[in-house]
Structure formats: structure tokens, C-alpha cells
């Protein structure tokens, strides 16, 4: 079975500093790849995906990904938070099957905390 | 604007009883999900359905059911409940199958005593 790896449970980051938060997956054909970000007492949002084409790829609020197939990964980015960043954080992958059922399998997720 | 929600968004009961969250979409999505939420677990798959009378099994599906029967709801129920069905529950649409993103409801916190 296909799973999701997010390697840090919990990052505290002080205002302005960058982030980089991991995500490996074990799938090894094409797949679709989603951060979502689950702020505080609110539903899940999606932050950004990719399905092709450049393996950088830009979301909401300044965040960025890059796919690194030969790695496997999928980290997200940004290159200075903000107080209001922080939130829980889900890397997402749904893998070509071919069989019609596509399921979103998810990270455990990363807590990140920032210090203003 | 279209949206999807959930009813009720607490929720207590004991043990043994049988227990039906709500989702409901305005987004005319076919794809519905709904997944549980449990700390350093994230969120996993517990049914899904990618039409009316279309239901499937997730990762986590003992112990939960769903049925379609039009385009907007998506109940779950818990035939009967027990402790470890404790979590928050979010129910989720899509347009595609594959390739556009999913989009959750506010979620339903359960607890089961």
C-alpha cells in the first residue's frame, strides 16, 4: 500500500525565518501531489498541487513545492513566515491506479508553530 | 457560493448507540468523501462515493456506513459506536476523481463515552 512520510511532527519557527517542510511518498508510478493546510479551528484548504509540467509550483500565501521524482518528494516551502502561518500542514498524494478509484492518501502532518 | 457542510459539529453518545453525521454539498460534485482525523494518525479515508447508489470502502471503514441516494448528501453512520470512533470527522467533494482538489466541510467532533 502506497503511503505518505512527513518527517517532522512539530516545527517552531520564529517570524521571517524559512521553512522547509518534507514529504516522501512510496508510490512508484505518476501521481497527483496537494499540500493543504488546516489553520487553527478550520476546515482542511488546499495551499497548492501538481499534476505535470514544472516540477515548481507556486500556491496561496506565498508557499511553493517542488517535485523531485527521482527523490520521490514533494517538500513544501516559503522563504519567510509569518505569525499567521501557523497551522497544521498535509502533504497528499493520489497515484495513477488505472482502475478508476483514485484515493487521496494523506501525511500524518506537520505541526508548525511560529514565534513572533 | 457553493459549500459544503456538516451537521451537527459536536456530537456526544455512549457506547453502543447508533450515531449519523450529515454532509451536505452545493457544489454538484459526484465525488464525496469522508475521513476521521485522530492525532499522529492525519486524516484517513473511511468511505467514498463517486455517484448516486456508488459507495466504496476506505482504509478505516469497520463499523461505518454510507449510503447516496442524490447528488448532495453523503451521511455516515456508525452502526454502533464505540470509544475508539472518538475523532473529528470531515467530509470532503470533488469534481474529478484525480485530478482537482477536495474540498472539506468545518468537520464533526464525536465522542464516544
Known amino acids: 500500500a502506497q503511503s505518505v512520510s512527513q518527517h517532522n511532527h512539530h516545527v517552531i519557527l520564529s517570524e521571517a525565518a524559512s521553512l522547509e517542510l518534507g514529504c516522501n511518498y512510496s508510490?512508484?508510478?505518476?501521481?497527483?501531489l496537494f499540500w493543504y493546510v488546516q489553520y487553527p479551528g478550520q476546515h482542511l484548504q488546499l495551499l497548492l498541487k501538481?499534476?505535470?509540467?514544472?516540477?515548481l509550483v507556486k500556491g496561496i500565501k506565498g508557499f511553493e513545492a517542488e517535485f523531485i521524482k527521482s527523490k520521490f518528494s514533494f517538500n513544501l516551502r516559503k522563504p519567510s513566515v509569518q505569525w499567521s502561518d501557523t497551522a497544521e500542514y498535509f502533504c497528499?498524494?493520489?497515484?495513477?491506479?488505472?482502475?478508476?478509484?483514485?484515493?487521496?492518501?494523506f501525511g500524518k502532518g506537520t505541526k508548525l508553530s511560529v514565534i513572533p | 457560493d457553493a459549500e459544503i457542510t456538516q451537521s451537527p459539529r459536536h456530537k456526544i453518545t455512549e457506547t453502543g448507540r447508533q450515531v449519523t453525521l450529515a454532509c451536505h454539498q452545493t457544489w454538484n460534485h459526484n465525488n464525496m468523501f469522508w475521513y476521521r482525523q485522530d492525532l499522529g494518525h492525519g486524516l484517513r479515508l473511511i468511505h467514498y462515493s463517486y455517484g448516486v447508489q456508488d459507495t466504496n470502502k476506505g482504509e478505516v471503514s469497520d463499523g461505518y456506513s454510507v449510503s447516496r441516494s442524490n447528488t448532495e448528501d453523503l451521511p455516515l453512520t456508525l452502526e454502533s459506536a464505540a470509544s475508539s470512533q472518538t475523532s473529528v470527522y470531515f467530509c470532503a467533494s470533488s469534481a474529478s476523481r484525480l485530478s482537482d482538489e477536495q474540498y472539506f466541510g468545518p468537520g464533526t467532533r464525536l465522542t464516544v463515552t
Open positions: 497528499a498524494v493520489i497515484p495513477y491506479s488505472g482502475a478508476g478509484s483514485y484515493q487521496l492518501t
Open positions: 508510490y512508484g508510478g505518476t501521481v497527483n
Open positions: 501538481y499534476f505535470s509540467g514544472d516540477p
